[in-house]
């Protein structure tokens, strides 16, 4: 079934939150990932050329298309699909 | 006579039936944006966003889901460029939204003449409300160097937030690779009304951000995003009690602080299909934070030009989150931490989604009243709302029904740029 994906199982035995405020075990993995992947796009590919750049700079290209719309998408969505993670959003209103 | 092969063919029925209904909104509304582009797009369209030194982007979203909840919001984004290396830029949203309250499944919020007193009294979430946000943004960019401060503020009838941040990116080698960094602090109060007037709070997050973008080949382009956010103070939300195994209700109780780390990755690689150009991005996001709260999030959209200046985007996102340590189906009433925000629990859901945009006819653009583009997009949301591996579900929470289990919501947006 195509929404089944399995899900992270959490273990309630390994919460004692007040002897563990702030602690965040996987977060020095993280930094490794950031370091080793900054490191291969840094040194892994030649200089483009700005005269060789003409579809990087279509809008179809861009990192984000279209901010706007971006913008109100990252608002709406954890608020409506009630998800914890899935944007970037922080802030800015609780929609309650 | 019930006989195995009869069984298989009932549950292969309902297994169509069900993937109809799920599929059938989306696919309608592929139709519908196929035909709508394929009448409004001209022969000859605007090419593109031209780099205009002031213009005016409006959009309008409009959120439904099968409970019938909506969402209204209109928004505007004015921009004007002074001595080409600055740009203020001006941003108004305004929602009006039903069903605010995160109770999924309950029927037919905020239509007027139905259920609504009843669930305001259970829930004292609004029925019907309004929110309008400002933003101002004041930016300075200059052979590679950018740099903007804005200030941001959100108000609700029992929510209010102001948020000021600064970014900062940097170009260089040879401008193929871009650093970048933001801070925003949000100052966010919530002060509900009526009979959970007293309840809530203030709360403080401050979001820190690093970007590193990359260009690859002169189709490529890959960029990685960290962001940490330390929020304090009060974190929960009044409206929703935790249920006991006896139905007793208690007010949510959540530690008054969490700090999340989120990476992402986007690689986006453009390609010729035929002469026209197109475009695939794949954006792989994973977070996690200290309320043992884990979840990832895979984006892939194809961008194709189908003519000149005219473009459809195909898109299919998966997102799954776990469940927070303290989250649990039922409380004893004694516990430190309890919450029965469906946040906190774990599902999946996938989206579809579709989009086309153009220009209008290029003789437009001499006038500033006529707009130079056009989108519409729709993107179709199917979450499984149930609780996963025998895990706390919310469901009974939530009061939600069996048929709730995959929740259908749809967001249609569309909009409209003028370069003035």
Not at chain 1, 55 to 71: K, N, R, V, Y
Not at chain 2, 193 to 207: A, M, Y
Request: proline residues 5%; aromatic residues 10%; contains cysteine.
């Amino acid at each position: 079934m195509i929404l089944r994906i399995t899900s992270i199982q959490q273990d309630p035995s390994i919460w004692p939150i007040e002897a563990s405020p702030g602690r965040a075990g996987p977060i020095p993995l993280l930094l490794a990932g950031i370091l080793l992947v900054t490191g291969m796009l840094l040194t892994g590919c030649a200089n483009v050329h700005q005269k060789d750049r003409e579809f990087l700079s279509d809008p179809i290209l861009q990192l984000t298309p279209d901010p706007q719309g971006a913008g109100l998408e990252s608002h709406n969505l954890p608020r409506r699909e009630g998800s914890a993670g899935g944007s970037s959003g922080s802030g800015g209103g609780c929609g309650c | 006579m019930l006989t195995p092969s009869s069984a298989l063919r009932g549950a292969s029925t309902r297994v169509r039936a069900a993937l109809a209904f799920r599929f059938l909104p989306f696919l309608k509304a592929v139709v519908a944006l196929g035909a709508i582009g394929i009448a409004v797009a001209p022969p000859s369209a605007v090419a593109s966003a031209a780099e205009s030194d002031q213009g005016v982007d409006l959009k309008y979203m409009y959120y439904w889901d099968r409970n019938g909840v909506w969402n209204h919001t209109p928004a505007l984004a004015y921009f004007r460029k002074f001595a080409s290396v600055w740009k203020f830029q001006w941003d108004q949203e305004v929602d009006a939204v039903s069903g605010a309250s995160r109770r999924l499944g309950l029927r037919n919020i905020g239509r007027l003449a139905d259920n609504d007193l009843k669930v305001d009294a259970i829930t004292g979430a609004s029925q019907q409300e309004f929110r309008h946000s400002e933003q101002a943004t004041a930016s300075y960019s200059n052979a590679g160097r950018n740099a903007s401060a804005s200030l941001y503020f959100s108000d609700e009838n029992d929510y209010r937030s102001y948020s000021p941040s600064v970014s900062g990116s940097w170009d260089f080698n040879e401008r193929n690779t871009t650093l970048g960094g933001s801070l925003a602090l949000f100052l966010d109060d919530m002060h509900p009304t009526g009979r959970f007037s007293g309840e809530g709070g203030s709360r403080e997050i401050v979001s820190l951000t690093a970007s590193l973008a990359q260009v690859l080949s002169p189709l490529t382009l890959g960029s990685l995003t960290a962001n940490v956010i330390r929020s304090t103070g009060f974190l929960g939300h009044p409206y929703n009690p935790a249920v006991t195994a006896d139905g007793r209700m208690f007010t949510e109780n959540l530690p008054n602080h969490k700090t999340s780390v989120a990476i992402s990755g986007l690689i986006i690689q453009g390609f010729h299909l035929g002469e026209r150009l197109g475009s695939l991005r794949l954006e792989a996001r994973h977070y996690r934070d200290d309320w043992k709260m884990i979840s990832n999030t895979a984006d892939l959209q194809w961008y194709q030009y189908l003519m000149d200046g005219t473009y459809v985007r195909l898109r299919a996102r998966g997102y799954q989150q776990g469940t927070a340590a303290f989250a649990n189906e039922y409380y004893r009433g004694d516990e430190v931490y309890r919450t029965p925000d469906i946040r906190f629990y774990g599902f999946s859901s996938l989206t579809l989604g579709m989009k086309i945009g153009s220009g209008f006819p290029e003789s437009w653009g001499e006038s500033a009243l006529l707009p130079d583009r056009w989108d519409l997009s729709y993107d179709h949301g199917m979450r499984n709302t149930k609780g996963e591996l025998g895990g706390p579900g919310p469901m009974k929470h939530y009061q939600l029904f069996s048929k709730d289990e995959s929740y259908i919501q749809g967001t249609f947006m569309v909009g409209l740029a003028f370069d003035l």
